[in-house]
């Protein structure tokens, strides 16, 4: 092939590749909708004939060997399978709701969505999630189990005042409270500081637990006001907001002096940093606990927008784990029988 001939046939090859990955993508997708259609198909069979007929139980151990026997080749038919194919169509019985939205995850998703939440509200709740941010298998259980729907929009904003309805809306469901850093191995009285470096050493896992959309700028990021120096703890971008996003990290209760610094550092950026183009920026306090009146009062006359939300080093364990788990005394008690 002559030289001048090599940037056309890249071209060539390029446009290729992306006409098979394109058409691989496609093909995949198709297939996993016909598994997940042909899954809840078989789920409402199972459901009616057992209704029909009074079969319990063990016509699904039946049925397995028999379907196996038929299709050696397919691996989704063993008994503990048909069980979650048979539940999944009694909690989804509308099938326009499996075509539309259903069929768009993958069935380990599903699998997994049946074993860890009862309540089909807050199912939905993830299934949503993990379409809007196609989350793997893996992140979607990380957010079952940091509860994100309990703590996703909760923090305490002024949103609602000092933005447009479509960017208040937005900006104050991606915050949440309290916010879960029991990734960084570090004690509960650790400073700022510390809070700070560790959560730029975990940086990927810091972003996951902020939300889809957040795109790091800096730690202690400089800003020149009237000749003087300032720091801000850890800035960001938001790709969907279109702004800045100012964090700031206190390692104590929310003090109402904290709002106006904060207030200070949103008009420092949207002055000196902002483009035409971004949206007005929103500050973000991180404290180790809050009163919620105070914030209130605090947030309510700023002019900036600006959240506030607690951050926690460690994850309380689930009431039904730590009722199950023995007191300290119990513990000492148990020992100095041994002793």
């Known amino acids: 092939m002559s030289i001048q001939n090599i940037g056309t046939y890249q071209h060539f090859l390029d446009d290729l590749k992306q006409r098979v990955a394109t058409a691989r993508y496609q093909a995949a997708r198709t297939l996993n909708t016909g598994l997940i259609l042909l899954y809840h198909h078989v789920g409402k069979e199972i459901l009616r004939s057992q209704q029909e007929h009074g079969w319990g139980a063990k016509v699904i151990d039946q049925l397995s060997h028999d379907l196996r026997s038929a299709f050696p080749e397919m691996k989704g038919f063993s008994p503990r399978n048909l069980k979650y194919m048979r539940k999944f169509a009694q909690e989804y019985p509308e099938i326009e709701f499996v075509q539309e939205v259903l069929a768009q995850l993958s069935w380990y998703h599903h699998t997994t969505l049946l074993d860890k939440i009862s309540d089909r509200e807050n199912r939905v709740f993830y299934i949503k999630k993990a379409l809007e941010h196609s989350w793997s298998r893996n992140v979607m259980?990380?957010?079952?189990?940091?509860?994100?729907?309990?703590?996703?929009?909760?923090?305490?904003?002024?949103?609602?005042?000092?933005?447009?309805?479509?960017?208040?809306?937005?900006?104050?469901?991606?915050?949440?409270?309290?916010?879960?850093?029991?990734?960084?191995?570090?004690?509960?009285?650790?400073?700022?500081?510390?809070?700070?470096?560790?959560?730029?050493?975990?940086?990927?896992?810091?972003?996951?637990?902020?939300?889809?959309?957040?795109?790091?700028?800096?730690?202690?990021?400089?800003?020149?006001?009237?000749e003087q120096d300032f720091y801000i703890d850890l800035l960001f971008y938001h790709l969907k907001l279109r702004c800045f996003v100012v964090i700031e990290l206190k390692d104590h209760d929310f003090k109402p002096e904290y709002a106006g610094k904060m207030n200070f550092y949103?008009?420092?950026?949207?002055?000196?940093?902002?483009?035409?183009?971004?949206?007005?920026?929103?500050?973000?306090?991180?404290?180790?606990?809050?009163?919620?009146?105070?914030?209130?009062?605090?947030?309510?006359?700023?002019?900036k927008p600006i959240g506030l939300a607690q951050y926690q080093l460690s994850h309380a364990l689930p009431e039904q784990l730590s009722v199950a788990l023995p007191s300290i005394e119990t513990l000492e008690a148990e020992l100095s029988k041994n002793f």
């Open 266 to 303: 949103l008009s420092a950026v949207d002055d000196l940093i902002k483009d035409s183009h971004d949206h007005p920026s929103i500050g973000l306090i991180l404290c180790k606990s809050k009163n919620n009146v105070l914030a209130e009062y605090a947030l309510r006359d700023m002019a």
């Open 141 to 226: 259980v990380h957010q079952i189990e940091s509860s994100l729907h309990e703590r996703q929009g909760k923090a305490i904003t002024n949103f609602k005042e000092k933005l447009p309805q479509s960017q208040s809306d937005l900006a104050h469901s991606i915050l949440k409270d309290p916010y879960l850093f029991d990734f960084l191995s570090i004690g509960e009285e650790a400073q700022e500081r510390e809070v700070e470096k560790a959560l730029i050493q975990h940086m990927e896992k810091f972003l996951l637990e902020l939300g889809a959309g957040f795109a790091f700028v800096g730690r202690q990021y400089h800003l020149e006001v009237g």
